[in-house]
């Protein structure tokens, strides 16, 4: 069978929803998972043999989009899991 390969992650889960719904919608197979470790962040993956035609979709049209750190993860030290 054929693997799976993440095109994006450490990404918001809106941004994971877009990147899905553009890869699906061209035909490429993604799905969403959200990470482990309770930062709130999503990867996508995309079976092996579509990666290079998922990058150059989601090149063109500048997605993941620059993540923007919120208030809360700026006054975190890395590292430290919140209370």
């Known amino acids: 069978g ?5 095109v994006a992650q450490d990404i918001s889960q809106s ?12 035909g ?14 999503y990867f996508v993956q995309v079976r092996d ?6 990058i150059q979709l989601m ?3 500048g997605l993941p989009r620059e993540r923007r750190a ?4 700026m006054r975190e030290p890395p590292g430290l899991i919140p209370s």
């Open 2 to 6: 054929c693997g799976s390969t993440p």
């Open 15 to 26: 941004q994971a929803n877009e990147i899905v719904a553009l890869l699906n919608g061209q």
């Open 28 to 41: 490429i197979s993604a799905f969403t998972k959200k990470e482990v470790g309770g930062r709130g962040l």
């Open 49 to 54: 043999d579509h990666y290079a035609g998922a």
């Open 59 to 61: 090149h063109e049209r």
């Open 70 to 73: 919120s208030g809360k993860e």
